[in-house]
């Protein structure tokens, strides 16, 4: 997607580490990335990748230990790290909010549903809305989620797993903000359920005309609901391009295999190319390409210098000496 | 297929609700209800269904970690079929040495203050099978098996020290070191990381062709079964609608349960539209359940007839396709 103007988001060489006893542990590692209004991202990588890491980052709520090296993350224009708690706090559900995975754990299980969105929506805005307004916003936002209203005033245990993640989902759409992060959204959920629930993001998205940051480590989903995909490894952004160009012409030797070691239920029945190794330890990662060492196309160079994030031509960009040599077609070589 | 090596038939398992102190229970969770099917040697056959469908309670009881409440469990036994629904203690020791289980958890599933060494021969121990350097060199070689390699730096470590990965295939190795002929593997891919998980499944695939091991997968994607098993059956609340060859049964689904789960899953190509979802979601629990079809409620075309009759049979399309709905014409498929 190409859009003039001033992008909405920002994150531009965002450097995190965490401290722990054993040392630093590098979990983002100069990252950059735009996001325009109304665009969709998609973040997607194995456990540890980084991809919560950001999102948590972006909305301000990043652990104790994590500290900042380098970069900036900018929100129309202004940057969110200079920010002190009480400042991130106005912003935080108003302009970035986010459907954090596992649903069941987002909510206070002793207090009603609507009550809890209700304390965000007093929260935010100014001046307070009234009562009935406050009520009517709730129930419009059930029902945009494709909840029955009367539901706001059940406690939590008596929704089930899918129409918790639609609640929450509510609750983030609560003060309209302009960016939603949702981590790994549908994983604890049925297929069915995660269509439904994909759907609806995807239809809200377009009608409010929100930007959406989608991480999820299931290729699949990300496939359906993003316009733009980041793919990450080991707290690096390896690959960046529209899904369709990253999906059908990877030039990440990782987002490669990522892909042709994805099964599906279409087309032919093939082998799947394995990922061998394991990821990295970040508390001590690889030397040059943090890759290097589970890619079959490594060279010497691969070992010793970094490939920088070099853009290929029409915003697809790739950090690999060797992007050259991964095959054009998933599977072929398989 | 000739004789199969697991024979399961109107195997049921309800489980009481509100059962008080003193009260006989009323209420019954028909979790798995009347469910029968056939494994043959060497075969996988894959269980698909939502959370809640009664696939998991089915692989526990055919490995005896959860009694059945009626129905029969037979397995092959030099060349007769033995029902191992209801047998002893000392016909369980037996029973183990030919059935073993794959967990989902492979951080739940072990002890976390026993070495990998101990864990992968507690069967040959539990068993009595080999002197003390025949059980090490056993478990040695099915670490090998099983690409921990090499063995020595891994038999003295604890679980904690290695990947899920790793523990993943500690969890295999020990499964398969007393040689069994069936495995049930409970979704023993979902907890793991996408790069890691084709690697598992490849190497289930290699050892159970090696060995000659017949598995149940159990899992609730249907991508994941495609890619492991000869065979699908997809469950419902407690009933088994459709089974079939992985490939038929995507290529030509006939039940509408079936055909919806299909549409569901998302495709890995950002260019392909799926067909719309024609049901909803949420499973609800077959509590005392009404003896029209199971499927009833969700139904999308569902007819009068539904209404009236019995939940259907499962029965033969042709090819092996078996499936339980009213509204499908023998010789349609």
């Known amino acids: ?334 | 297929m000739s004789q199969p090596l697991l024979k399961v038939d109107s195997l049921s398992k309800l489980f009481p609700v509100n059962r008080g102190l003193f009260r006989k229970p009323v209420d019954f969770v028909h979790a798995v209800d009347g469910v029968s099917f056939e494994i043959g040697p060497g075969e996988s056959l894959g269980l698909v269904g939502e959370s809640g469908c009664g696939k998991s309670t089915t692989g526990r009881m055919l490995t005896r970690l959860m009694e059945a409440t009626s129905g029969q469990i037979l397995l092959a036994d030099n060349g007769s079929l033995v029902d191992v629904a209801h047998i002893n203690r000392e016909g369980m020791r037996t029973f183990r040495r030919r059935v073993q289980m794959i967990f989902q958890d492979p951080y739940e599933s072990m002890n976390p203050r026993r070495t990998i060494y101990d864990t992968v021969a507690e069967p040959l121990t539990v068993q009595k099978l080999g002197t003390v350097v025949e059980r090490e060199v056993k478990v040695a070689a099915l670490l090998k098996l099983v690409g921990l390699t090499p063995p020595e730096t891994f038999m003295f470590r604890y679980p904690h020290e290695l990947s899920g990965g790793q523990r993943q295939r500690v969890a295999i190795a020990r499964a398969l070191v007393i040689d069994p002929s069936f495995v049930v593997a409970d979704e023993p891919t979902s907890m793991l990381d996408v790069s890691i998980r084709i690697s598992i499944m490849d190497l289930m695939l290699n050892l159970g062709s090696e060995l000659g091991v017949s598995y149940l997968y159990i899992t609730h994607d249907l991508a994941v079964a495609r890619y492991m098993c000869d065979r699908i059956a997809v469950m419902n609340l407690g009933k088994i609608v459709e089974i079939a060859d992985s490939e038929e049964l995507l290529a030509n689904p006939l039940h509408p349960y079936t055909k919806a789960l299909l549409s569901a899953v998302p495709v890995p190509d950002p260019a392909i539209k799926r067909a719309p979802v024609e049901i909803k979601g949420g499973i609800g629990k077959a509590i005392n359940p009404p003896s029209t079809c199971r499927f009833l409620e969700r139904c999308p075309m569902a007819t009068d007839i539904c209404h009236q009759l019995d939940h259907p049979p499962l029965e033969d399309k042709g090819n092996g396709h078996y499936v339980a709905c009213h509204l499908v014409d023998v010789g349609a498929a």
């Open chain 1, 1 to 334: 997607m190409t859009q003039n103007g001033r992008p909405l988001l920002e994150v531009d060489g965002l450097v995190m580490r965490y401290q722990t006893k054993k040392g630093e542990v590098s979990a983002i590692e100069n990252v950059s990335f735009t996001l325009h209004q109304g665009e969709s991202l998609g973040l997607v990588g194995e456990s540890g990748c980084g991809k919560t890491s950001i999102a948590m980052s972006l909305m301000g709520l990043a652990a104790e230990n994590a500290r900042y090296h380098a970069g900036e993350i900018r929100l129309d224009g202004e940057n969110l790290l200079a920010l002190d708690e009480n400042a991130m706090r106005k912003r935080r559900w108003k302009s970035i909010s986010m459907v954090f995975q596992g649903a069941m754990n987002s909510w206070n299980p002793v207090y009603r549903v609507g009550d809890q969105i209700r304390e965000a929506i007093d929260l935010h805005f100014n001046p307070r809305l009234s009562e009935a307004a406050s009520k009517d916003r709730m129930v419009r936002l059930f029902e945009m989620v494709g909840l029955n209203p009367s539901m706001l005033s059940r406690y939590p245990h008596e929704f089930s797993g899918g129409m918790r993640q639609r609640a929450v989902i509510a609750m983030a759409l609560s003060c309209d903000p302009k960016l939603i992060i949702a981590d790994e959204p549908t994983t604890a959920l049925d297929v069915i359920v995660q269509d439904q629930i994909l759907k609806e993001l995807k239809k809200i998205q377009d009608q409010l005309g929100m930007s959406l940051i989608y991480i999820s480590h299931d290729i699949a989903v990300i496939a359906e609901v993003t316009d733009t995909i980041g793919v990450m490894y080991a707290g690096k952004l390896v690959e960046y391009g529209t899904t369709l160009e990253v999906f059908h012409r990877p030039r990440h030797p990782y987002s490669y295999l990522l892909l042709s070691s994805t099964p599906s239920i279409t087309g032919p029945r093939r082998k799947l190319a394995p990922l061998e190794g394991e990821p990295p330890n970040l508390l001590d990662p690889p030397t040059g390409c943090r890759f290097h060492p589970r890619c079959p196309f490594a060279t010497e160079q691969c070992v010793v210098q970094e490939p920088p994030l070099e853009d290929l031509g029409g915003g697809h960009k790739v950090a690999c000496w060797n992007w050259e040599k991964v095959p054009v077609t998933i599977g072929a070589s398989a």
